[in-house]
């Protein structure tokens, strides 16, 4: 067996697992974001327009929730294994206004073993949530899991 190789009877992940990551949505990070992605629409940017709608705030764009929940998959297994995201939806349920501190939380719903791919391949429900229990975005999400090529792995 190589490093590359984990064995079948270890799993990078396990059902019921959950982890998350409080992230802040202030004007700044708004702003900058929604540049960088090239998403000029004036309700990321202009918080005269902004509160002149019916959010009455700058608004996180779509790209900007969702590639936090995203990365965060990456973060928290790039610890222990290579993660390598397969795909994702995300379901927009309500609009992240500017001051929003949202929780990013995923929860592992299944791990299958893919000898074929040598690793597992884990299926995720995830969600943008605050603490009154409001979700903003909800998600789903397939990942395979390989063991580092550096050899430093939990099995």
Avoid at 29 to 54: E, M, Q, T, V
Avoid at 59 to 86: D, E, F, N, W
Avoid at 121 to 129: E, F, N, P, Q
Wanted: proline share 5%; aromatic share 8%; hydrophobic share 45%.
């Amino acid at each position: 067996m190589t490093a590359s190789h984990a064995p079948a009877t270890c799993r990078l992940a396990s059902v019921g697992e959950r982890f998350s990551e409080r992230v802040a949505f202030d004007e700044a990070s708004i702003r900058a974001f929604a540049r960088l992605c090239a998403d000029f629409n004036p309700l990321h940017h202009d918080a005269a327009y902004a509160a002149a709608s019916p959010f009455r705030t700058l608004i996180a764009c779509g790209p900007h929730v969702t590639s936090r929940l995203m990365a965060l998959t990456a973060t928290h297994y790039a610890k222990t294994c290579q993660p390598l995201g397969l795909g994702f939806t995300f379901r927009f349920v309500r609009a992240v206004p500017a001051g929003a501190a949202l929780d990013m939380q995923w929860d592992v719903t299944a791990v299958e073993r893919k000898d074929s791919l040598s690793g597992d391949v884990v299926t995720l429900d995830g969600r943008a949530i605050d603490d009154d229990g409001v979700v903003y975005v909800a998600a789903h999400g397939t990942l395979l899991l390989r063991p580092r090529h550096d050899g430093a792995h939990p099995c």
